[in-house]
């Protein structure tokens, strides 16, 4: 027979929220290399031991901080599929003109390192994912969901580089939906 309740006391919301700010905050003032874990629990305020059962690793805790800190970011679904998918890529439009230049240069630059893999878990991978599910239901059956996600994030990104703005939301129904929703055309 398990017992459900777990040992120990429970977790303190609020250490965790400290501990991710910290690392957020430290991780931009030193970058991913010379963030040190041992730093993070020093600046938030709590013990080694307690943040090393939070997050093993320090790529775990990177990971966390900055799923957190797009967390509230998503856009609700109303109902409208189209609508919906049109206010989520408006949404990583504007956040990726706005907020994302310095985990751009990272994915850019330097593809490898321990930061651009825990930017892609932590960022991309969940934004690719919602924009898929937002697809679904609009999309010819015969398309490949992923690479016309891809390619309608792949617009966006584009357009900021080319025009200097992300697109606005006439340009992304008239120009990037058509795209992402019609079939290939092949017979």
């Known amino acids: 027979m398990t017992e459900d309740r777990t040992r120990g006391r429970p977790r303190d919301p609020a250490v965790d929220e400290a501990a991710l700010s910290a690392t957020l905050t430290l991780l931009d003032e030193h970058g991913y ?3 040190h874990v041992a730093d993070v629990a ?13 997050w093993p690793t320090k790529h775990a805790l990177v990971v966390a901080a900055l799923r957190a800190a797009a967390e509230h970011r998503t856009t ?5 599929p189209v609508d919906d998918l049109t206010a989520h890529l408006v949404s990583v439009a ?24 825990a930017v892609r878990e932590a960022k991309v991978a969940p934004i690719r994912a919602a924009t ?12 490949d969901l992923t690479a016309r996600a891809d390619a309608g994030l792949a617009m966006i990104l584009l357009h900021l580089m080319i025009h200097g703005a992300p697109p606005d939301e006439q340009h992304i129904r008239s120009h990037i939906l058509p795209i992402m929703t019609t079939g290939s055309g092949s017979t």
């Open 33 to 35: 290399e010379r963030l």
């Open 42 to 54: 020093r600046a938030a305020g709590i013990g080694l031991g307690s943040l090393y059962r939070r």
């Open 76 to 80: 609700e679904i109303n109902g409208d």
């Open 94 to 117: 504007t956040a990726i003109a706005e907020r994302a230049a310095p985990l751009l240069s990272v994915l850019l630059s330097a593809t490898g390192s321990d930061l651009a893999a």
């Open 132 to 143: 898929r599910e937002r697809l679904r239901p609009i999309a010819d059956e015969d398309i």
